[in-house]
C-alpha cells in the first residue's frame, strides 16, 4: 500500500530557506501527479505546486520563482525547496498524489487521494 511521509520542516526567519522532503513508499505507477499543499491555520488549503510524472511542475503565483519542486525516482522522494521565505509561507505542509493522466496535473484536477501526515512550517518576521 503506497503512504507518503514528509519530513523537514521547521522555524526559520523570514528571507530564510528550507526544503521539505516526502518519501513515497509502495508502487509508483507511470502515470502519477504529485503534489505540494498548504493550509494555515483558518485558511483554505492552497495548492502550492505540482509535477507530473513527465517532470512538468505548476506553481502558484504565490510561490512561483521562489519554490522549486524536484524529484529523486532513485529514492522514491519529492522534495520541496523554497527560497526567500516570508511569514505567510507559515502552514502545515502536505504531500499528495493522484493517479492517473485523464486530468491535468494542477492542484485543481479534484482528486488527490493520497496525502502525508503533513509537515509545519513557520516563517517569523
Known amino acids: 500500500q503506497v503512504h507518503l511521509v514528509e519530513s523537514g520542516g521547521g522555524s526559520v526567519q523570514a528571507g530564510q530557506s528550507l526544503t521539505l522532503s516526502c518519501r513515497v513508499f509502495g508502487y509508483i505507477p507511470s502515470s502519477i501527479c504529485m503534489a505540494w499543499f498548504r493550509q494555515a491555520p483558518g485558511e483554505e488549503r492552497e495548492g502550492v505546486v505540482t509535477a507530473s510524472s513527465a517532470d512538468t511542475a505548476t506553481y502558484a503565483d504565490s510561490v512561483k520563482g521562489r519554490f522549486t519542486i524536484s524529484q529523486d525516482k532513485s529514492k522514491n522522494t519529492l522534495y520541496l525547496q523554497m527560497n526567500s521565505m516570508k511569514p505567510e509561507d507559515t502552514a502545515m505542509y502536505y504531500c499528495?498524489?493522484?493517479?492517473?493522466?485523464?486530468?491535468?496535473?494542477?492542484?485543481?484536477?479534484?482528486?488527490?487521494?493520497?496525502w502525508g501526515q503533513g509537515t509545519q512550517v513557520t516563517v517569523s518576521s
Open positions: 499528495a498524489a493522484a493517479y492517473g493522466s485523464s486530468r491535468p496535473c494542477l492542484p485543481t484536477r479534484g482528486d488527490f487521494g493520497l
